[in-house]
C-alpha cells in the first residue's frame, strides 16, 4: 500500500497523470499534446523537430504553456494539456500534424508491454517503436520500464486520435491473440495448412529453440520456431493439422508456446472455419518476400471441373479485407476469383510489397485452378482500382482485360500528401525520377495492351468521378478497345454491383491474352526493368539513364524476315526469337539501323546493346550487372526473404543504435506488411549460411562484421567520419546514407544498408519512410542530421548507379 501511495505522489505532480483500472494494467488518462507540423505520411523525408531532439538527447522535458517550435500556420507551437474521453482515447485535431506527449513513473525497473494504438511511432525513453497508424488496436511492445521517470513521444496517425496502456507482463513469452494469419481448413485436402502468429519476447535475453505445438481434435503437430530477440516481437509460422473426415463449420485449435525444454510460456485456443474447397474460403502460403506466412481469398467457379478456366485477380480498397473482397463476388461459371491481401489492409497500395503480394497470388492461384494462362483477368475497387491502373500498366501482357472499379490512376495524384520543403529543387527530381515505375500516366500507352473497362459512380464523393473521366479521355486518344460506364447516382460503394457487375464479366469474356506467335506489333513502356521488363517476346533488359522512362515499339514485317524497332532509353534489348513467328535469316531494322541473324541461336533471346552509339549484336549481359531479376532502387532490397544485420563490433552506443534501428525497420515491415523479419548480430551472419536471401546491413564499415564479407568491392564505403563514392570523400559524425548494391556472384540478390558515419549520422537515418507507399528512394541517398528539418536540404548526394552497378556509368546530383 505504500508503494502504491508513493506512485499517485509522483504521478499527480508529473504531466501524465496516470490511473490504474484493473489489476496489472495502467492506462494513460492525462498527457500533452502539441501541433508543431510534424510530417510523416508520404512523404520521403520526416518533419519532427521534437524528434530531433529526443534522438539526439537533448529533448526539454515538455510541460503546459511551454513553447516548443511552430505550428503550420507559423505561430508558436504550445504544449497543452489534454485529458483522455471515450475508450480511452486522446483526441485532438491538433493531432493532426502533432504529437502526444504521457510520462509514467516507476518505483523499480520492471518489463512492461506497452498496448497503443492511432499513432505512427512513438518514442519509449529514446527509442524508436513502431505504432499503430491506421488503430487497428492491436499494436504491443514489451518494453524496460526504467526506474523513476519514462517518457512517451506519440507522433500522430491516420486519425486524430491516439490511446495507451501498460500492461504487466504475464510470461517472458507471449501470444499476441488479435494478430493471426490464418487458412481455412479444407474438407478434401487432410494434412496441414500454414499459419502464422505473433510472439513476443518479454525476457531480457535473446531466446532460441522454442516450439509451437499445435493441436486440433485428436492431432498435434510442432513446429520449430526461429530465435527472437529480447524487447522483440516476431511473427512465425507454424503448421495447423487438418484431420481427415472433417464436416463443414468450425474447429477449435490450440496453440502452445514450448520451451527448448518443454515449458510452457503461453498457449491459446481459437476457433477456425472448416469449409468444402467448392466455397470462398481462405487459403495460406510461404511468401518468398520475408518467408512469412500470408493468406489469400478464393472464390472457385461453379464448374465441376476447375481446369481450363479464367483466372480473375481482384484487389481490394483501404481497409477492406482480402477474405471480403473474394466474398462480394457472385461464383463465375467461367472462372475462378482470387483476392490477395496487398500484405494488409491498407498495405502499400498495391505498389512495392503490396505488387509483389498481387504477383505471388497470382502464380498461387494459376497453379491451384490450373487455369488458362490467356483467360487472366485483373479488377478492383477504390485502391483496388488504382491497383487496377497500376498493375495493368506494370504488367500488360499478363491480363487479357482490366476492369478499375471506383478507382484512382496516380497514388500520389489522389492520396493526401504533405509538402516538405524545397520540393522544387533539383535534389528532388532525383526522388521523383525513382518514383517513375508508379507513375501509371507515363505507361498509360500499355493499356493497349488488353481490353480496359472503366466503372465509376457518377456521385462518389470519395474517389471523384473526375478521375475515371481523366482517364477515359487518355484511353481516347490511342485505345481501340475500352468501354466506359458511369453508375447513375452511384456513390462510392452502393452494394456488391460496385464490383461485382455483370457488364465486366460479359466484356472479360470477349477477351484472351494473344499467344507471342501471334503478336505482330509491341508498344511497351517502362522505367524500372527490375519491376516491368517484358511485353511477350520483347524485354527491355537495361536503360540508358536508369528509372527514366524506357519504350520500344516493335513491328515484325509482312513476310516475317524483318523486325523493325524504334527505342527511347534503352541501352541493352533482348528478343525471345523463339517466340516471334519469324523466319531467317533475319533482318533487324533497329532506329534506323540495319542488323542481321542468319539463324536462331541456342538460347531463347537474342540480345542487342549500344556500343558506342551503335547497336551491335551481345551476349546476356553478366549476373554482376544490373537487370530484370534485380534493378535497384533502394527499397527493391527488402525481398527475396531479407535478414537485417546489425553491427556489434562498434562502440556501445554505435551497437546499440544498429541494433534500434533494425528492431524498428523489423516492427516497421511487420505492422505494415504483415511481415517477420529475422534479426541477427553480424557475427551471426559471419558464421551461418544466408545463400539466396537479401541482406540489410545496419551500421558501417567499423561496426558492422558484415561489411567487409559483403562490400569489400563497392565503390561507396562509409565509416567513422568519412564517406567515400567514388572519388569524392566527405566527412563528418554527422552523415547517413541509404544504399542498395548486389550481393557479389548472385543474379538476384541484393545488399540494403543503413549506416551513418557515427552515432549522429545513424541516428539521423531512424525514420523508415523507405516502408511507406507513394515515398520513393534512388539507389543511393546520403544526407546529414539535420534531415528531419531542413528535408532535401540537407541531402548531400542522390542517384543511380549504372548498368555495371558502378558510380561511373552513374547518374548522381551532388548538393
Not at 501482357?397 to 496516380?410: E, H
Not at 528492431?663 to 529475422?678: H, I
Request: glycine share 10%; with cysteine; net charge neutral.
Amino acid at each position: 500500500m505504500k508503494i502504491k501511495v508513493l506512485l499517485i505522489i509522483l504521478l499527480a505532480a508529473a504531466p501524465g497523470i496516470i490511473e490504474s483500472q484493473s489489476p496489472g494494467v495502467t492506462t494513460f488518462t492525462e498527457g500533452l499534446i502539441i501541433q508543431n507540423g510534424v510530417i510523416y505520411g508520404r512523404n520521403n523525408f520526416v518533419n519532427d523537430p521534437q524528434a530531433v531532439d529526443i534522438i539526439n538527447e537533448r529533448f526539454k522535458r515538455p510541460s503546459a504553456g511551454l513553447i516548443s517550435g511552430r505550428t503550420p500556420s507559423g505561430e508558436d507551437a504550445v504544449w497543452t494539456r489534454i485529458t483522455a474521453g471515450e475508450k480511452g482515447y486522446f483526441r485532438s485535431e491538433k493531432l493532426r500534424g502533432g504529437a502526444l506527449y504521457i510520462e509514467y513513473n516507476s518505483p523499480v525497473e520492471k518489463v512492461m508491454l506497452l498496448k497503443s494504438s492511432g499513432h505512427t511511432m512513438v518514442f519509449v525513453n529514446g527509442e524508436p517503436r513502431e505504432g499503430d497508424h491506421y488503430d487497428f488496436n492491436f499494436s504491443m511492445h514489451a518494453v524496460l520500464i526504467k526506474k523513476g521517470l519514462n517518457q512517451f513521444y506519440f507522433t500522430n496517425g491516420r486519425y486524430t486520435r491516439i490511446k495507451a496502456s501498460l500492461e504487466e507482463v504475464s510470461s517472458e513469452i507471449i501470444i499476441k491473440k488479435k494478430d493471426l494469419t490464418l487458412p481455412d481448413l479444407v474438407i478434401e485436402e487432410p494434412g496441414f495448412k500454414w499459419a502464422g502468429v505473433t510472439l513476443i519476447n518479454a525476457g531480457k535475453k535473446n531466446v532460441q529453440g522454442l516450439k509451437i505445438r499445435c493441436t486440433v481434435r485428436d492431432n498435434t503437430m510442432t513446429t520449430e520456431l526461429p530465435h527472437i530477440e529480447m524487447f522483440t516481437s516476431r511473427r512465425v509460422n507454424f503448421m495447423i493439422p487438418v484431420p481427415e473426415g472433417m464436416e463443414a463449420g468450425e474447429e477449435d485449435v490450440m496453440i502452445e508456446i514450448l520451451s527448448e525444454a518443454g515449458k510452457i510460456y503461453d498457449s491459446y485456443v481459437f476457433s477456425i472455419k472448416s469449409k468444402p474447397f467448392a466455397l470462398n474460403h481462405d487459403r495460406t502460403f510461404i511468401s518468398n518476400i520475408d518467408g512469412s506466412v500470408q493468406y489469400y481469398s478464393v472464390t472457385p467457379g461453379t464448374k465441376p471441373v476447375k481446369k481450363d478456366q479464367a483466372l480473375i485477380l481482384s484487389v481490394h480498397g483501404a481497409g477492406v479485407q482480402a477474405r471480403n473482397q473474394a466474398w462480394t463476388y457472385e461464383p463465375k461459371d467461367w472462372g475462378h476469383i482470387i483476392a490477395p491481401t496487398n500484405r494488409g489492409p491498407f498495405g502499400f497500395a498495391w505498389e512495392d510489397w503490396g505488387r509483389l503480394d498481387a504477383l505471388e497470388v497470382l502464380d498461387q492461384g494459376k497453379k491451384l485452378f490450373e487455369t488458362r494462362n490467356d483467360l487472366t483477368f485483373l479488377t478492383g475497387h477504390s485502391m483496388g482500382g488504382h491497383g487496377t491502373w497500376y498493375l495493368g500498366a506494370t504488367y500488360p501482357d499478363m491480363f487479357a482485360a482490366i476492369a478499375p472499379c471506383a478507382g484512382y490512376p496516380d497514388l500520389l495524384n489522389y492520396a493526401t500528401r504533405q509538402a516538405g520543403k524545397n520540393e522544387n529543387g533539383e535534389m528532388v527530381q532525383m526522388f521523383i525520377r525513382a518514383g517513375n515505375p508508379s507513375r501509371t500516366l507515363k505507361l498509360a500507352r500499355n493499356y493497349a495492351h488488353h481490353g480496359v473497362f472503366v466503372y465509376h459512380g457518377d456521385a462518389d464523393p470519395t474517389v471523384s468521378v473526375e478521375q475515371a473521366r481523366r482517364m477515359k479521355k487518355v484511353l481516347g486518344d490511342f485505345h481501340p478497345d475500352f468501354t466506359y460506364y458511369e453508375y447513375p447516382g452511384g456513390t462510392h460503394w452502393y452494394g456488391d454491383i460496385s464490383m461485382d457487375w455483370p457488364p465486366i464479366f460479359d466484356y472479360f469474356k470477349l477477351h484472351s491474352i494473344p499467344s507471342s506467335h501471334e503478336v505482330r506489333k509491341i508498344e511497351f513502356y517502362t522505367a524500372n526493368p527490375g519491376v516491368s521488363a517484358y511485353s511477350h517476346w520483347a524485354t527491355i533488359y537495361q536503360q540508358i539513364k536508369p528509372f527514366k522512362i524506357s519504350s520500344i515499339e516493335a513491328l515484325i514485317g509482312k513476310d516475317s524476315s524483318e523486325v523493325i524497332l524504334h527505342t527511347d532509353n534503352i541501352l541493352t534489348l533482348g528478343l525471345r526469337l523463339t517466340d516471334m513467328g519469324i523466319i531467317f535469316p533475319l533482318t533487324i531494322t533497329i532506329d534506323g539501323q540495319k542488323l542481321i541473324i542468319e539463324q536462331a541461336g541456342k538460347g531463347k533471346y537474342h540480345y542487342l546493346k549500344i556500343n558506342n552509339g551503335q547497336w551491335v549484336h551481345a551476349s546476356k549481359p553478366g549476373i554482376d550487372e544490373k537487370g530484370p531479376e534485380r534493378y535497384g532502387g533502394f527499397k527493391d532490397a527488402f525481398r527475396n526473404n531479407m535478414v537485417f544485420v546489425y553491427g556489434t563490433k562498434g562502440s556501445r552506443e554505435e551497437n546499440r543504435w544498429n541494433y534500434l534501428k533494425a528492431r524498428f525497420d523489423a516492427e516497421t515491415f511487420s505492422y505494415r506488411g504483415n511481415g517477420s523479419v529475422e534479426i541477427i548480430t553480424d557475427r551471426q551472419f559471419r558464421d551461418g549460411n544466408f545463400q539466396g536471401r537479401n541482406i540489410i546491413i545496419y551500421g558501417n564499415a567499423d561496426n558492422n562484421l558484415a561489411w567487409d564479407i559483403l562490400l569489400a568491392e563497392s565503390p561507396v564505403s562509409i565509416s567513422n567520419n568519412k564517406l567515400v563514392i567514388g572519388d569524392r570523400t566527405i566527412t563528418g559524425d554527422d552523415i547517413a546514407c541509404y544504399f542498395i548494391r548486389p550481393v557479389e556472384g548472385s543474379e538476384k540478390n541484393s545488399v540494403g544498408i543503413v549506416a551513418g558515419t557515427g552515432i549522429k549520422g545513424m541516428r539521423a537515418a531512424y525514420p523508415n519512410q523507405y516502408f511507406i507507399a507513394g515515398s520513393s528512394f534512388p539507389d543511393l541517398t546520403i544526407f546529414r542530421m539535420p534531415v528531419a528539418n531542413e528535408g532535401y536540404e540537407a541531402v548531400e548526394c542522390a542517384g543511380f548507379f549504372g548498368y555495371d552497378w558502378s558510380v561511373k556509368t552513374g547518374d548522381f546530383k551532388w548538393k
